[in-house]
């Protein structure tokens, strides 16, 4: 759930997965995140300063071309200037944007995306189905898309339409095209989005576009931009207001130095923290172990204490925000050390002096984790910590990054900690197919994959059934135990906006709404 709060920052010790500071990272591979600091209730007396002006950053050594863009700086002001097919909500569902409507032919495996008419770049030159079958074929080849569209085997254009198919069933694919749509210029690329890029040298400034083809009254006419290239700089600048808003991984890991009176709103997001299975060799082999393990993690604990309550529990592979949390099943996966004893019972071990153990030797896990990141280090030893007070031995390595990879490649682990951002259909493909992206456990299960097909294949209102067949399978034959999913967070000088109502890749959604100060 979204949560809006007060408050002083004062050192923020933590990594800032900054949106500002880095690109978006869609493909299913581990990502790096870090460490909590402290925060305090801020002084209700206490004066507060606002900016000039609602001032964004951008990086003037970087393009603003969004498909290449590397860059999470010149994306938050590039969330002004482009507009995708499709926009996520804030419960991670698309929503239609540049695209009217569309149908779906199974059979040929073939989308038909209607483009909304009306619409303009902000030279006035009318969007065209070329315009957005050029930009789709661009991004299946760039590194900030290419993941996420591997499973896209053509896009052509018709008359208003474009047409994508695909080499695999994927009824979701709507929820991966949030790309941005742009007109080639050979230079900076045009937009549909409601500002342009105006100015030259240190005077660069978004400006409203009269013709955008919403026909909204926006916020502002003009939002100055400030050349920031650091991220010490950028901290700097919000520090003394010269800039209005970040967005920050509150649980991240660099040393921010925020000082002053802010407000926060945290918006869900598809990175999981979960525990990983070796289901080739060990223990773990078994099913029921592996259903025990997911009744003896404190999933709560761990989203509320190192990650200061900017996550949600979840024990299910989808974000609780997504209207496919079926939260019925995730109450019977809670954590519950109790109901730990009956399956390991059943996979043949007896507890003696607290201690679970078979024909004389303990229950022994060996646990791995990154060691660059202290507050995903403490997680891992929360969750070890739950093991062990429920009766087996964990032995925890913590490991350099290089060290924990190479662990996981050669499958010298029963657990293993691991974060990934998941695509925004939530498709889990990397985790299930033998030789997948993330099955560094071995699981191999066909029961498993034809539901993943399955759920792949339903359409709409449709996929609720299949996903939750899917999600109650793998509880029975779980490939990993979901931790929770964490969430990220808007800061702004505190009464600075109101209706702030930020969504994953788009912190501006609703900006209309919004009311400047």
């Given at each position: 759930?979204?949560?809006?709060?007060?408050?002083?920052?004062?050192?923020?010790l933590?990594?800032v997965?900054l949106?500002?500071s880095?690109?978006w990272?869609?493909?299913?591979?581990?990502?790096?995140?870090?460490?909590?600091?402290?925060?305090?209730p801020?002084?209700q007396?206490?004066?507060?300063?606002l900016?000039?002006?609602?001032?964004?950053?951008?990086d003037p050594?970087?393009t603003l071309?969004?498909?290449?863009?590397?860059?999470?700086?010149?994306?938050?002001?590039?969330?002004?200037?482009?507009e995708?097919?499709f926009?996520?909500?804030?419960?991670?569902?698309?929503?239609?944007?540049?695209?009217?409507?569309y149908?779906?032919?199974?059979a040929?495996l073939?989308?038909?995306?209607?483009l909304r008419?009306?619409?303009?770049f902000s030279?006035?030159?009318?969007?065209?189905?070329?315009?957005a079958?050029?930009?789709l074929?661009?991004a299946?080849?760039?590194?900030?898309?290419?993941a996420?569209?591997?499973?896209?085997?053509a896009?052509?254009?018709?008359?208003?339409v474009v047409?994508?198919?695909?080499?695999?069933?994927?009824?979701?694919?709507?929820?991966?095209?949030?790309?941005?749509?742009?007109?080639e210029t050979g230079?900076?690329?045009?937009?549909?989005?409601?500002?342009?890029?105006?100015?030259?040298?240190?005077?660069?400034?978004?400006?409203?576009r009269?013709d955008?083809?919403?026909?909204?009254?926006?916020?502002?006419?003009?939002?100055?931009?400030?050349?920031?290239?650091?991220?010490?700089?950028?901290?700097?600048?919000f520090?003394?207001?010269d800039?209005?808003?970040?967005s920050t991984?509150?649980?991240?890991?660099?040393?921010?130095?925020?000082?002053g009176?802010?407000a926060?709103?945290d918006y869900p997001t598809?990175t999981?923290?979960y525990?990983g299975?070796?289901?080739?060799d060990?223990?773990?082999?078994?099913?029921?172990?592996?259903q025990?393990l997911?009744r003896?993690f404190?999933?709560?604990?761990v989203?509320?204490?190192?990650f200061?309550?900017h996550a949600?529990p979840?024990?299910?592979?989808?974000?609780?925000?997504s209207?496919l949390?079926?939260?019925?099943l995730?109450?019977?996966l809670?954590?519950?050390?109790?109901a730990m004893?009956?399956?390991l019972?059943?996979?043949?071990?007896?507890?003696?002096?607290g201690?679970?153990q078979?024909?004389g030797?303990?229950?022994?896990l060996?646990?791995?984790?990154?060691n660059?990141n202290?507050?995903?280090l403490?997680?891992?030893e929360?969750l070890?910590?739950?093991?062990?007070?429920?009766?087996l031995e964990v032995?925890?390595?913590?490991?350099?990054?290089?060290?924990?990879?190479?662990?996981?490649?050669a499958?010298?682990f029963?657990?293993?900690?691991?974060?990934v951002?998941?695509?925004?259909?939530?498709?889990?493909?990397?985790?299930?197919?033998?030789?997948g992206?993330l099955?560094?456990?071995k699981?191999?299960?066909a029961?498993?994959?034809?539901?993943l097909?399955?759920?792949?294949?339903?359409?709409?209102q449709?996929?609720?059934?299949?996903?939750?067949?899917l999600?109650?399978?793998l509880?029975?034959?779980?490939?990993?135990?979901v931790?929770?999913?964490?969430?990220?967070?808007?800061?702004?000088?505190?009464s600075?906006i109101d209706?702030?109502?930020?969504?994953q890749q788009?912190i501006f959604?609703q900006?209309?709404?919004?009311?400047?100060?």
């Amino acid at each position: 759930m979204t949560k809006t709060k007060r408050i002083q920052i004062l050192c923020l010790l933590g990594a800032v997965a900054l949106l500002l500071s880095g690109c978006w990272t869609e493909a299913p591979v581990e990502s790096a995140n870090g460490l909590l600091g402290d925060q305090e209730p801020v002084d209700q007396q206490e004066e507060v300063i606002l900016p000039a002006a609602f001032t964004l950053p951008y990086d003037p050594d970087q393009t603003l071309d969004p498909v290449t863009c590397a860059d999470g700086m010149q994306q938050v002001a590039g969330s002004l200037i482009y507009e995708g097919l499709f926009r996520l909500d804030r419960q991670l569902e698309p929503q239609p944007w540049l695209c009217q409507s569309y149908t779906y032919d199974a059979a040929s495996l073939t989308y038909t995306f209607t483009l909304r008419s009306g619409v303009t770049f902000s030279d006035g030159s009318p969007l065209t189905a070329a315009d957005a079958a050029a930009t789709l074929r661009r991004a299946k080849s760039s590194q900030r898309y290419s993941a996420r569209l591997a499973h896209v085997a053509a896009v052509s254009a018709g008359d208003g339409v474009v047409i994508v198919t695909l080499s695999r069933p994927d009824s979701s694919l709507p929820a991966l095209l949030d790309i941005p749509i742009v007109k080639e210029t050979g230079g900076v690329p045009l937009g549909t989005g409601p500002y342009v890029l105006a100015g030259t040298g240190e005077n660069l400034a978004l400006e409203a576009r009269s013709d955008w083809w919403q026909g909204k009254a926006l916020p502002r006419d003009t939002i100055p931009l400030r050349a920031i290239q650091e991220a010490d700089d950028l901290i700097h600048a919000f520090d003394t207001r010269d800039i209005a808003l970040v967005s920050t991984d509150l649980t991240g890991t660099n040393a921010l130095g925020f000082s002053g009176s802010f407000a926060a709103v945290d918006y869900p997001t598809s990175t999981m923290l979960y525990v990983g299975f070796n289901t080739a060799d060990g223990p773990c082999r078994s099913a029921q172990v592996r259903q025990a393990l997911l009744r003896g993690f404190d999933r709560a604990a761990v989203s509320t204490a190192q990650f200061s309550r900017h996550a949600q529990p979840a024990a299910l592979p989808v974000s609780p925000a997504s209207p496919l949390y079926d939260e019925a099943l995730a109450q019977t996966l809670d954590y519950a050390p109790q109901a730990m004893e009956p399956l390991l019972t059943a996979a043949g071990y007896t507890r003696a002096d607290g201690v679970w153990q078979k024909e004389g030797r303990p229950l022994a896990l060996t646990f791995v984790a990154p060691n660059n990141n202290a507050d995903r280090l403490a997680a891992a030893e929360t969750l070890a910590a739950n093991l062990t007070d429920a009766g087996l031995e964990v032995e925890l390595r913590a490991l350099a990054w290089d060290d924990y990879l190479q662990a996981l490649t050669a499958g010298s682990f029963d657990l293993y900690l691991g974060e990934v951002r998941l695509t925004a259909d939530f498709d889990l493909t990397a985790f299930l197919t033998p030789g997948g992206a993330l099955n560094y456990g071995k699981y191999s299960d066909a029961g498993a994959l034809n539901r993943l097909s399955a759920f792949r294949a339903a359409v709409g209102q449709w996929r609720t059934e299949p996903a939750r067949q899917l999600y109650e399978y793998l509880a029975g034959q779980p490939p990993f135990a979901v931790i929770c999913f964490k969430n990220w967070s808007v800061l702004t000088q505190w009464s600075r906006i109101d209706g702030l109502t930020p969504a994953q890749q788009n912190i501006f959604h609703q900006f209309s709404d919004w009311k400047i100060t």
